[in-house]
């Protein structure tokens, strides 16, 4: 993984091509079921194999909370050490939870490797995705956002300089100048990033008075290869976290009915905060839509922790109000994970009607079980979609006649 923060530049943006070897660290509280802690270890190295790197061994330790300087407790950190001693073509080690300059500095003088956390893992994907100018600058600040408190951190290799007057002043003469130069960084990427916002906010206006709909949901839930099928477009769609980044918007007409549809950034569990607020302008999308759907992968076995997630982040962008359709999507994985092959047609049909029933009453909204791959039940979805937005056409525009 590059320590270098500059992105854009081919060479120096997220980890190296090359495979690169890791080992993955948790800490599992009370509080998480085994079935939790094995979800969220597996997501992480979902993360570490997006970014570009293998995982050779997961460490996961029982505590209430990380500890305060080495995040796993002393027994813990010298079983990893061991492990990594013994297998030199590991070179990083991946922590599932931010961990601060401290820890960092202490963990790398222990390990002797880099020590990445999750967020600097989230980061570095979305340098490696970012295309547009505008998803760079964003993921150009959201870096320099995550740095500034961890810079004291990593000047921790001064304080271990002994008998030399005077080198605690250059010490922290030269961090004061690192909190300037990256301050005045993050002013001037505001400053960029406010010129993009306005330019995308003119774009909106001048996109007319069509009705606008945004797919959410959590990452590689399937939005991409729906937008797809539905805007009959050739939109990135690959297995791996975050695969769209910049936000994509197609028209779409579905019986002589036009609307515009948008493809936003996945969300995901303990989505770095200034992450969210670098990102605020490209799920603007969603924020500004007249109909969301929400996109689930039902075939995952947390899809309810992932649902929550959504809906926590749609709160925290004040878009969580919209009018919502629930798209249950990968119907045809839900069959071959959970579908006995001697069940019969009835049961199995009772089994997903069941489930649709009862996310229904659970959430308080209108759900439509589909296949974006297969296509399945995607013509239903598509004749609720023109239904939907008919109303909506309706209640904007009550005495202009409409000829759909």
Not at 5 to 12: L, M, R
Not at 224 to 233: D, V, Y
Not at 259 to 265: G, M, N, P, W
Not at 301 to 316: G, H, M, R, S
């Amino acid at each position: 993984m590059s320590d270098n923060w500059n992105v854009g530049k081919e060479k120096t943006k997220g980890i190296k091509q090359e495979i690169e070897y890791a080992v993955l660290v948790a800490v599992s509280s009370k509080s998480q079921t085994k079935e939790q802690s094995k979800e969220y270890i597996d997501e992480l190295e979902f993360l570490a194999e997006t970014a570009g790197a293998k995982t050779k061994k997961i460490f996961i330790q029982n505590l209430e909370h990380p500890d305060k300087r080495t995040y796993v407790g002393k027994g813990k950190l010298e079983e990893i050490n061991l492990y990594i001693q013994e297998n030199e073509e590991i070179n990083m080690v991946i922590f599932d939870d931010d961990l601060t300059g401290k820890q960092t500095s202490i963990l790398e003088e222990e390990l002797t490797v880099k020590i990445i956390d999750r967020s600097s893992l989230i980061l570095d994907i979305f340098a490696k995705r970012a295309q547009t100018a505008q998803a760079r600058t964003q993921v150009e600040l959201a870096q320099m956002q995550y740095m500034l408190p961890r810079l004291r951190g990593l000047w921790t290799h001064l304080e271990r300089q002994r008998g030399g007057i005077g080198m605690r002043g250059p010490g922290e003469m030269e961090i004061e100048t690192d909190r300037r130069l990256v301050r005045d960084k993050i002013s001037h990427l505001k400053t960029k990033l406010e010129k993009i916002d306005r330019q995308s906010q003119t774009q909106r206006k001048n996109r007319g008075d069509m009705i606008r709909v945004a797919l959410v949901g959590y990452t590689n839930v399937g939005k991409s290869t729906l937008m797809n099928t539905l805007s009959k477009s050739e939109v990135f769609a690959e297995n791996k976290l975050f695969a769209t980044l910049d936000t994509t918007v197609r028209k779409v007409v579905l019986n002589r009915m036009p609307f515009l549809l948008s493809d936003t950034v996945g969300f995901i569990r303990k989505l770095p905060h200034h992450l969210v607020e670098s990102f605020k302008s490209t799920l603007d999308e969603a924020k500004e839509s007249d109909l969301v759907l929400h996109v689930v992968d039902m075939s995952h076995p947390t899809f309810e922790d992932q649902i929550a997630t959504v809906n926590q982040t749609l709160k925290d962008l004040d878009a969580f109000d919209k009018p919502t359709l629930m798209i249950l999507n990968k119907v045809d994985a839900y069959r071959s994970k959970y579908f006995d092959e001697f069940l019969d047609q009835e049961n199995k049909d009772e089994i997903l009607k069941t489930l649709k029933e009862r996310l229904q009453n659970e959430y308080g909204m209108e759900n439509i079980i589909i296949s974006a791959k297969t296509k399945e039940n995607v013509e239903v979805l598509k004749a609720n979609l023109q239904e939907k937005i008919a109303t909506l056409y309706k209640d904007r525009y009550p005495y202009i006649a409409k000829s759909w």
